[in-house]
């Protein structure tokens, strides 16, 4: 039985969902590919646009903020998956997202479209939201938006 190269086992993983390079470095890893058959690997796959940390971060964004999540989260999973503070950035800023109405989506979504009735009740959906990944500012105004 003959072991996958790592170009096999990357474009596999990649023909899956798009990954980041750091993903892909880590997961040839743990197959026990070594260090120079990876960067080699990775050069040929960036070389060759099967791989782009760029289009990676673009499809990530879209995909959690569709899923409720705020900016402050999706930037955090972006670091732990070894994207470019730059280039985390750079896909934010040219998201068309507006992460204001998104958190009024979500708070409604959760909890319904009135205003929470007391100190309690509002405290237990900002920690929701601030979980979610949003702003203050964002939280804030969610709270001041009328339906």
């Not at 760029?54 to 899923?67: G, L």
């Not at 730059?86 to 934010?92: K, S």
């Not at 507006?98 to 237990?124: H, I, M, N, S, Y």
Request: hydrophobic share 30%; proline share 1%; net charge positive.
């Amino acid at each position: 039985m003959s072991r996958r190269s790592s170009n096999q086992q990357a474009i596999g993983l990649l023909a899956r969902r798009e990954h980041s390079a750091s993903e892909l470095r880590a997961k040839l890893e743990k197959y026990q590919h070594d260090d120079v058959d990876i960067d080699k690997t990775l050069d040929w796959l960036q070389k060759n646009d099967l791989q782009s940390d760029s289009r990676f971060t673009e499809d990530y964004i879209r995909h959690r903020s569709q899923r409720g999540c705020g900016e402050l989260r999706i930037r955090q999973e972006l670091k732990q998956r070894g994207v470019n503070d730059d280039l985390i950035a750079e896909a934010l800023r040219l998201a068309d997202i507006d992460w204001f109405a998104l958190a009024v989506a979500v708070r409604c979504k959760r909890f319904g479209e009135q205003t929470p009735a007391d100190f309690k009740e509002r405290a237990k959906q900002q920690r929701f939201l601030q979980y979610r990944g949003f702003t203050h500012e964002q939280i804030t105004e969610s709270f001041n938006h009328n339906t």
